[in-house]
């Protein structure tokens, strides 16, 4: 993978880690295999005073994948893939790490979500469908379905009305 040629600067270094690998724990003889100790990420992308920054792609010690925007070593930007170690995806807008902005997020049950975030909660309108076969379109606050709402049950009954933390009102 390499770095777009408009997101470097003179500040800027592009860098590959290769790091130990997990399962045989040898390391690679690669010239650039760095050693950094026993909580290790591999990275491969721009370097702005030694930190994330611009297009990239993290390893994390976890086993997630990210690949996307980052700023001061945080994921920051649209974000084009990200997958957790569980299995559960992401794809969409950070801010200083956290979601933020319009994104989709599926777990590996087959739940998924679509809509606004903020600060890392869903906020704003989004669409979860469940596995289970019921569906939630409406407003969301600090992660919770709030505000005017449609719940769709996997019978095909209805709520449409009001929600609070997550439960209907009447």
Known sequence: MGIHPSKLNENSKVVKFLI???????????????KMGT??????GNLVD????????????????????FKAGL?????????????????????????????KYSDVNGDVFEGNFSIGQ????GISTYSN?????GNFKHGFESGYGLFTY?????????????????
Do not use: M, P
């Not at 909580?39 to 491969?44: A, D, F, H, I, M």
């Not at 869903?122 to 309108?125: E, I, L, T, V």
């Not at 076969?133 to 379109?137: F, L």
């Not at 996997?154 to 009447?170: P, V």
């Open 20 to 34: 130990k690998d997990r399962i045989s724990n040898e390391l690679d003889t690669d010239s650039s295999v760095e």
């Open 39 to 44: 909580n290790v990420e591999v990275y491969e």
């Open 50 to 69: 030694g930190l994330h920054d611009g297009y990239g792609t993290l390893f994390s010690v976890d086993g997630t994948v990210y690949k996307g925007q």
């Open 75 to 103: 994921c920051h930007g649209l974000c084009s893939s990200c997958i957790y170690f569980d299995g559960d995806t992401y794809e969409g807008s950070f801010k200083d790490g956290k979601y933020d902005g319009h994104g």
């Open 122 to 125: 869903k906020s704003g309108y």
């Open 133 to 137: 076969g019921t569906s939630y379109a």
């Open 154 to 170: 996997a019978d095909g009954s209805t709520y449409d009305g009001l929600f609070e933390d997550g439960k209907q009102t009447t």
